[in-house]
């Protein structure tokens, strides 16, 4: 549902646009003047602003230009002029502002919904463009950089371990002998991230396909929990498998993309958790007879207006100086991608300070237990 604000002092105009609006299907916002606007800016971060122009205190023009030069963050909110018949002038001002269209008064209720309308489907048009320009951009990136960093890293990781292991005698000063453990780690770090971008690459671009087995759900959540025992228990992490659903069915799926999107997340779970923090591993039966994986833990969290751009390759939740987590940002876009070959789907439910639940929803992969058993008898 979108989200309108509407500024006028006059509250009856207010009003009748509102209950309009509001019969379309949108969620209406009201402010009497610019002050009292930009407060309701900041506080609902609205899709579109239609706004008087003439109005007492901060009137709609010096409104725009507040908004623009002070609230870059709501710089790009689609915006409408609402003004009198004797308001060409101001009105052609407000265009040269930044204004997208302007509505004349008295409002006919058509054209306002038309008006409304249209705007808000052109800047859709326009962001759905910016963002296939961008996943060009992207997919791009990914596609070339990969391979250029190889040669290099190769020499970077090979001659550093010669040193790092004294093949040709000792380096003296161990303060060197530190540093090339630093730049082994280093590159050896550096080559997961190429590598795990080609995976991407390959997945994104449809030459990995699924190899369709009976899988043991209950069997497959200690497997994974097992490949992360000695970094859990290194980072005094507890990892457990909880068995709430002791009668989840078995699942018709390839184990090994499956456990490749679990292992992505609960690397995330142990990076974002805090020593002595938990982390649990748990499989239920939804309520079409398919399987949900969670993990569950109890690390920092996030802004659920945040969640979705997690999803968006080289997104990271942290940034600049206050990050601490290291990473490229392709794990959740290889998790999606992963369940998106598995006929399957990806949701996250997080909020900050108590930590992250992400479920993988298998059910459409295995439609049902059906599936699973035929495929078992067949094997069998």
Do not use: W
């Not at 509001?22 to 002050?35: D, F, L, P, Q």
């Not at 070339?144 to 000792?170: M, W």
């Not at 070959?341 to 300070?353: F, H, M």
């Amino acid at each position: 549902m979108h989200t309108i604000l509407i500024i006028d002092d006059e509250p009856e105009i207010r009003r009748l646009m509102g209950k309009r609006l509001s019969a379309a299907g949108y969620r209406i916002i009201e402010a009497e003047n610019g002050r009292s606007g930009l407060d309701s800016v900041k506080a609902h971060n609205p899709d579109l602003i239609l706004c008087d122009i003439v109005m007492p205190g901060l009137n709609g023009l010096d409104f725009l230009k507040t908004l623009r030069r002070d609230c870059p963050k709501f710089a790009d909110i689609p915006f409408i002029f609402v003004t009198g018949q004797h308001g060409r002038a101001d009105t052609v001002k407000g265009l040269s502002l930044g204004a997208d269209d302007y509505l004349t008064k008295p409002v006919d209720g058509d054209i306002l919904l038309t008006k409304v309308r249209s705007t808000l489907n052109r800047i859709s048009r326009l962001e759905q463009r910016m963002k296939e320009e961008m996943d060009a951009l992207r997919t791009s990136v990914l596609s070339a950089l990969p391979h250029e960093l190889r040669t290099p890293l190769t020499h970077i990781i090979g001659f550093s371990e010669i040193l790092k292991n004294e093949v040709h005698g000792p380096i003296g000063n161990r303060r060197y002998a530190e540093y090339v453990s630093d730049i082994y780690a280093g590159g050896q770090q550096l080559l997961g991230i190429v590598n795990g971008s080609l995976e991407l690459i390959d997945v994104l671009c449809g030459r990995t396909l699924p190899i369709i087995q009976t899988v043991d759900t209950l069997s497959f959540l200690d497997d994974c929990a097992a490949a992360f025992q000695e970094i859990s228990t290194q980072t005094a992490i507890n990892l457990v498998v909880v068995r709430a659903d002791a009668n989840v069915p078995m699942m018709a799926t390839d184990p090994a993309l499956l456990r490749q999107a679990v292992n992505a997340v609960l690397s995330n779970a142990v990076k974002f958790s805090p020593p002595m923090g938990r982390i649990e591993l748990s499989a239920a039966t939804d309520e079409t007879g398919g399987v949900s994986i969670s993990v569950r833990d109890t690390g920092t969290g996030i802004e659920p207006a945040q969640v979705e751009r997690l999803f968006q390759t080289f997104e990271q939740y942290e940034s600049g100086d206050t990050r601490q987590h290291g990473g490229a940002g392709i794990g959740l876009t290889m998790v999606r991608a992963l369940m998106n070959i598995l006929d399957g789907q990806v949701t996250i439910d997080s909020q900050p300070g108590i930590g992250t639940t992400v479920s993988l929803d298998v059910t459409a992969a295995a439609k049902n237990t059906q599936r699973a058993q035929q495929l078992q008898a067949n094997s069998g």
